[in-house]
Each structure stands twice: as structure tokens, then as C-alpha cells.
């Protein structure tokens, strides 16, 4: 089930990959790829950052497997770690941190950043010699990859009507940085409160699929009532009275996307996407080939004709979710709006 909301867009540092060491279990990082997946946040990042935290996912695994060789030669006289020791292993290692950022990037839809955005070098230099943030006093050289990131976000927000882009490191130069398009948060409490909105979210799209076939069957049963008015079909024949309506056919099926329009308190105003099918045959009297006689006021050599009309209409109803009672209640919705556009079934 998609839902429609505006997302928060969020960087990701990299000192949060190191912070939370990389892709290890259930961790923060594997927190953010599953928010992601479910649409409630998109991730983006730069190609200066992508190939950092790469970088230093795999000199922290060659460190590691270094200080292993070096400091624990008694494993070896083991059989189940004796393998540990190849450098055939140290490769398979180095594949294998290839191969776990890869997959985050494919299954969070990771947009990434390209260099094109980072082609005010004069802004980055100003910065660096009245050392403003990032470049803090001591280390300046050493920021100059954080400062053409915020660059790159900077002009990325602005290029593309972006109102803000959520931040998240544990840099303290890039956490003070100060920009109309950046938004700084703790890391931890951003995924926390995000974490509790998708428990929200999740209870919001169980509710609306318990409550689906009801609204559905409800709402059938009152197009039903609603087809059988001649008026929605008369424009199509060359008649003086309203067709007969005899219903074949009646399906109200809901869309799985839904949209959040807003939210006040517990209570949260939806709107979901339905569809109708209908088809109704039609028995009314035919004028196409009959004269109509003035004296008489008649019409002469029409015939009574049957025809199935069909048609499908896509419409919205409005309900509101409480979270705190988990309770869904219809807010607003019209019937004639379910009535599907009929055309004949040749022009269908």
C-alpha cells in the first residue's frame, strides 16, 4: 500500500554510517533503509559522500582483518577460522562492503547527488579563508569534502524548488552549519519520531483495509439505487420516455494509494482513491428511424431496442483516522460522484 504524503528528504552523513558501524544488524542505518522502502522518507546523497562511506567501510574492514592477522595468530590453529587468515578472505570482505552498499543504495532508492552541483568553488573558498562552518579552526583542509557536500545540497534544494532537506550527522561543524535549505536534527531522535509516525501509519493502513470491504459494499448498494434512475442515460438515446434499467453488472473497488491531506492532534483527514464498473441494459423505445406525425402528435414506425451501456468513473471520499481509538469514520462523500460516465458499448 502507497501512501501519498509529503516526504521528508533526508542526507545521511558519513559519520552516521560509521557511528552506527555501517550496515551491522539492525541498526539505524537499516531503520532509515526501511522507512524508505515503505515511502515514508527519501534518501538522497552526493557522489563525494558515496564514495567516502564506501572508502571508509572498507579501510575499517582491512583494519580490522589487519589487527586480526597480526594480534590473534592463535586462531589459525583452529579449522573454523584458520580460513580467516587468506588474503583471499580479506578480498571476499572487501567485495562484500561493495556489495551491502550497493544494496542500500538499490533498495532505498537512493537519489544521488552528481558533481554538476558543486561548481561554485568560489563560495567554498570564501568560507575556507574567513573560516566559517564547515571549516573549523585547526583542521581546515581536511573539511573541504563536508563543504562541497552542503554545496551540492544547497544547490540541489535550489535547482529543483526544494524547500529543505533534512540533515542528519554527528559532524559538529556540519550539525552548526547555517543554510535557508539545510535542516540539522539529532540523528537518533529524527528516527525515533519517524519510527513512531510509521507505527501510526501502519495501524492507519490496517484500518482503512478492515474498513475497505464495508465502504465498498456500502457504497454499491447505493450507486445500485442510483443506477436505476433513467436520467443518467437518457442523453444517449433517441427517446421521449426513460429507458428501463435493468443492472448486469456493479463492482466499487478501492485503490491502495491513499493521501494524507492533514493532521491535528490524534486525528488525521484522508483522502482515498475508488473506482466504479458498471454495466445496465437499457429496454426504450427508438425514434432514430420514426416520423413524428403533428396532427396526430405521435411517432410512427419507432421500435422498442435493448442495449448494455457501460461505464467506469474514478472518485475520492474523505474519512478521518484517529490513532488514539483507531477509528475511521466517513467525513465526506457524494453518490452522484461514484455514477460512472456510460457511453455505448461500442465506444467503450
Known sequence: MTIQMEKDIVFVDTSIFIAENYFAPNNRISSLLALAEKGIISLVSTEITNNEVLRRFKDEVSSAWSTMKNNHKTLVCFDNTRSLFYKETKKQLLKQCEDNFRRYIEKSSLFSIGYEYCSDVKSIFEKYFKAEK????????????????????EQYCKRNSLKKIILLSEDKDMKEYESDYLEPFDYKEYITTKLAEATTLEALRKAIENEKDEICSDIKEKLEEKLYDGWNYSSLFNTEDLPEVEIEQC?????????????????????????????????????DYAVYDREDRMWYG??????????????????????????LTIESFEIADAVPNFRHSWDY
Do not use: R
Open 251 to 287: 463492482d466499487v473497488d478501492m485503490d491502495s494509494n491513499f493521501s494524507i491531506i492533514s493532521k491535528s492532534g490524534d486525528s488525521f483527514l484522508i483522502e482515498l482513491n475508488l473506482t466504479s464498473y458498471c454495466e445496465v441494459k437499457c429496454t426504450y423505445f427508438n425514434l
Open 302 to 327: 419507432g421500435q422498442w431496442d435493448t442495449e448494455t451501456l457501460k461505464g467506469d468513473e474514478s472518485f475520492q471520499m474523505l474519512v478521518s483516522y484517529n490513532s488514539k481509538t483507531d477509528d
Open 134 to 153: 564547515p571549516f573549523n579552526e585547526g583542521k581546515k583542509k581536511h573539511e573541504f569534502p563536508d563543504a562541497f557536500v552542503l554545496l551540492m545540497l
